[in-house]
């Protein structure tokens, strides 16, 4: 599935399943509890923290998903092509950092 048919599938899903999308300050809500859900993971996986037993069953794909398709609605509902988006943050990112991760001497 390329980004762009996501973006069309979630459209498809709100318009059906969800009957609307949640305004964008609801959904950037949504989005930052779906993100804090993901670090929560990781800080008990790869971090110092321990899993409680009410954390015992999550699933960290299924919390990153929540996260993409909340992104997802809110690039839907501004108008923001996500593949063409990230198409242009990466070229960005490649002139940008061309020599700063080589010459990092952290990375080595």
Do not use: P
């Amino acid at each position: 599935m390329t980004i762009e048919q996501a973006q069309e599938q979630v459209d498809q899903w709100i318009k059906t399943t969800g009957i609307r999308y949640f305004n964008e300050l609801t959904n950037t809500a949504i989005l930052m509890e779906e993100v804090g859900e993901v670090a929560r993971i990781m800080s008990r996986k790869y971090g110092e923290q321990s899993f409680k037993k009410s954390d015992e069953a999550v699933n960290l794909a299924d919390e990153m998903a929540d996260v993409l398709f909340v992104l997802i609605c809110l690039a839907n509902q501004t108008g923001i092509n996500l593949n063409d988006a990230f198409i242009k943050n990466l070229a960005k990112k490649t002139t940008r950092d061309a020599d700063r991760h080589k010459n990092n001497e952290k990375l080595k």
